[in-house]
């Protein structure tokens, strides 16, 4: 993988309670600088906590974490100063525009190095319209706004909670753009997901993250390799399900007539089961990605929470 050896985040036994309640769990993270990190899971595995530690929003009930060697409790207004943050709740400032907020940011960093213009730059990717109020927005036009206020003064590492949420598909190709350039110039994205096609599409390497305990640390070539899908077919007529039952890969096999639904493990597989299915007339077909959960219950065993 294409990264320098500098390690931008690194957590040890990060661990955060609310109360009684175990958020997260002996977390330990080693992102490098020039990567695109993907932190992968259900939504309340623990990703925001995570990301809400690194940043000091709340701080560590045990262990603890560095970015850019720099500790996050104790040096955690330096850190934030050369680091973007996409929260998953955004919050504007409903009586200004989108360029009256921008103008107010460069004066309160002290930007003097074409905040505004990159701003203007990034708006025009996005297609927002910075001279609107940031009244009203929808969730998509909120997520715009605050991708460009997290990019626009160039930070070290952009940390980014759900970015494509209410995003259409024209816009989360955008953004993956953005994301891709802003790696190529050597700076460092920590993305939060449970969106598995997106971490595929965007990601250098992905930590996977379950009721509170980081699961696993996967390239994403690795974590695709190991992945399945569910394929539908549906033919003119009805099929014998053991011939496709007979293949390797293939399992959880329901024929319902004309229709078989199945579990595909793996490309060879998926070419078998395709070549076979030619061998009739087939009508439809329709290829599912696992969600999370059937990856987690299918490679990382069924823990009990």
């Known amino acids: 993988m294409a990264h320098g050896q500098n390690v931008v985040i690194q957590t040890h036994n990060l661990t955060h309670r609310y109360g009684k309640l175990t958020a997260i769990q002996d977390v330990n993270l080693t992102v490098y600088e020039g990567e695109i990190f993907g932190f992968l899971g259900p939504n309340g595995a623990g990703k925001t906590t995570t990301i ?57 960093r002290g930007a003097t190095n074409g905040y505004v213009t990159e701003a203007e730059r990034l708006a025009g990717r996005l297609d927002f319209d910075l ?24 930070p070290e590492l952009l940390i980014l909670d759900e970015p494509s949420t209410g995003l259409d598909p024209l816009m ?25 096609p997106e971490v595929e599409a965007i990601c250098d390497r992905v930590g996977i993250i379950r009721d509170g305990r980081l699961e696993a640390v996967e ?19 009805e099929v014998p399900a053991e011939r496709f039952r007979a293949l390797p890969g293939v ?17 060879a597989s998926m070419d078998a089961v395709i070549k076979l299915a030619a061998q009739y007339t087939v009508a439809d077909i329709n290829v599912e990605h696992p969600t999370l959960e059937e990856i987690f219950l299918a490679y990382y065993g069924k823990k009990e929470a």
């Open 52 to 108: 809400r530690t690194l940043l000091d929003f709340i701080r560590p009930s045990e262990g603890s974490a560095t970015l850019f060697g720099l500790d996050s409790v104790r040096d955690s207004v330096a850190i934030r100063a050369r680091a973007g943050y996409l929260p998953s709740e955004l919050a504007l400032l409903d009586n200004w525009t989108g360029i009256q907020y921008i103008r107010w940011l460069e004066d309160v």
């Open 172 to 196: 989360q190709q955008v953004l993956h753009e953005v994301m891709r350039e802003t790696r190529a110039e050597g700076r460092t994205i920590f993305l939060s997901s449970h969106n598995l």
């Open 131 to 154: 001279g609107r109020s940031l009244k009203g927005l929808s969730t998509g036009m909120k997520r715009k706004m605050g991708l460009i206020v997290a990019l626009a003064h160039k």
């Open 251 to 267: 399992a959880e096999i329901e024929s319902d007539g004309a229709r078989l639904h199945m579990r595909v493990g793996g490309e």
């Open 219 to 237: 390239t994403v070539a690795d974590l695709t390799r190991v992945s399945f899908r569910w394929l539908t077919l549906d033919f003119e007529d």
